[in-house]
C-alpha cells in the first residue's frame, strides 16, 4: 500500500528504551507476585484502569471507581449508556487472546462486542459519511467513503500481516490509519485503542496489560493534536507514532508503580495505593529545578533534593504520564519541558 509515515531516526533509540523497560515490568510482576501471590490481581487493575481511560476519552462519566463495580458486577447508579459501554468493552478486552490482528472478522467481532446495543450498524462497516466536527462545527476530518472502507481496511490489515515494520511503530501506524479510515458508524477511537493494544500484545503478552489508553486519557489533548497533525493532504502519521511511543514508554513506568505502590486487600477493588508519587509540592519543586536547567539530569535533581535517584526517575515518569513534563530529544542530548 501507499507509504503513509515517514520514518524519525530517535525511533530506534525509543524502542531500545522500550526493550529495557520490559525487563524491570518483568521484575515488578515477579515481586508482586512474590508479596501478593497473585499477578492476575495486578493485571486486572491495570486492564480495568484501560476501560475506565478509553470510555472516558469518548465521554463516559463513570470514575475509576464506578467502573471497578460494574466490572465486577457490582450495581451501581449511573447512566445506563455508560454502564453499557463498560460492560462492553470488557467483553472486547477479554477476548484479546482469541483475535487475530489481520483478520477484518474479528475486527468486526471487536467492534460489535464493543457497541452492542448502543449503536446501529453495530459489528459492521458503516454506510453513510462521516465527519470528526469540532466543538464549534469545523470538520477536522472526513473519513473515507463507505464504499472504500472494506478495501482500505483489506488493504491495512495486508500491509500489518507482511510488514516487518517493528510492532511498536506498526501497532501505532495501524491505530492512526484505522482513525484515518474511520470504518465504523462509532466507536472507531475505542477499536484504534484496542487494536493497537492487541498488535503490541502478540509482539510481547505483557502489553496485553499495559495501560497504555491510561496514558491517552492523561494526556488527551496530545493525542488529538497528533491525530490533527497527521491528517495532512498527504498523510504522514509520524507525529502520531512520536506521540504513541512516548505514551507506551510512560504506561510501562505507570504498570511497575502500579506494582509498586498497590497495597494487597482482601478484594479485587481499587485501593488508595494506584494513586502513585510524591506530594504535590515536591512535583512543584521538581518542575520549577528543570525549567531552570532543561538539561539537568536525575542524578543531579536527586542530589539537589537530598533523595535517592530512583526516587527522581519515579516521579519524572509521574510528571510525564501525567502529561506535566516532556522529554525533547535523546536521554543523552536531550532536555525537558514543562507542560502547562
Excluded at 134 to 145: F, I, K, N, Q
Excluded at 150 to 175: C, M, N, Q
Aim: aromatic share 8%; with cysteine.
Amino acid at each position: 500500500m501507499k507509504t503513509f509515515y515517514t520514518e524519525s531516526p530517535l525511533w530506534h533509540e525509543k524502542i531500545g528504551g522500550i526493550h529495557a523497560l520490559l525487563e524491570r515490568v518483568k521484575i515488578s510482576e515477579e515481586r508482586f507476585r512474590e508479596q501478593n501471590g497473585d499477578v492476575l490481581r495486578l493485571r486486572k487493575l491495570n486492564r480495568i484502569m484501560s476501560i475506565h481511560a478509553s470510555t472516558a476519552i469518548e465521554g463516559n462519566r463513570l470514575t475509576l471507581g464506578q467502573v471497578t463495580d460494574v466490572i465486577n458486577g457490582v450495581p451501581v447508579w449511573g447512566p445506563p449508556k455508560d454502564i453499557k459501554e463498560v460492560q462492553n468493552a470488557w467483553q472486547a478486552y477479554n477476548g484479546l487472546d482469541d483475535y487475530d490482528p489481520w483478520n477484518i472478522e474479528d475486527l468486526l467481532k471487536a467492534h460489535s462486542l464493543m457497541t452492542s446495543e448502543l449503536i446501529g450498524e453495530s459489528g459492521e462497516f458503516r454506510s453513510v459519511d462521516v465527519a470528526v466536527v469540532r466543538s464549534d462545527g469545523a470538520v477536522m476530518h472526513r473519513g473515507a467513503a463507505p464504499s472504500s472502507v472494506p478495501y482500505l481496511v483489506a488493504e491495512l490489515f495486508d500491509w500489518g500481516r507482511e510488514s516487518l515494520t517493528h510492532s511498536l511503530i506498526k501497532s501505532s501506524a495501524v491505530h492512526f490509519m484505522l482513525e484515518h479510515i474511520h470504518p465504523f458508524r462509532d466507536g472507531n477511537g475505542r477499536i484504534g485503542r484496542l487494536w493497537q493494544t492487541l498488535v503490541l500484545s502478540k509482539w510481547n503478552s505483557l502489553f496485553a496489560w499495559m495501560p497504555v489508553e491510561t496514558l491517552v486519557h492523561y494526556n488527551q489533548a496530545l493525542y488529538y493534536k497528533s491525530l490533527q497533525e497527521s491528517h495532512s493532504a498527504e498523510v504522514d502519521c509520524r507525529p502520531f507514532i512520536d506521540s504513541m511511543l512516548n505514551m507506551i514508554e510512560n504506561s510501562m513506568y505507570k504498570y511497575i508503580d502500579v506494582a509498586t505502590e498497590t497495597i494487597a486487600d482482601t478484594g479485587d477493588g481499587i485501593n488508595d495505593g494506584i494513586n502513585v508519587g510524591i506530594s504535590d509540592g515536591i512535583n512543584e519543586r521538581l518542575l520549577d529545578a528543570v525549567q531552570k536547567f532543561p538539561t539537568i539530569t536525575a542524578k543531579q535533581l536527586a542530589k539537589r533534593f537530598i533523595c535517592s535517584q530512583r526516587t527522581v526517575e519515579r516521579q519524572i515518569a509521574y510528571l510525564k504520564a501525567t502529561g506535566r513534563l516532556l522529554r525533547v530529544g535523546s536521554n543523552k542530548s536531550g532536555h525537558w519541558e514543562v507542560i502547562g
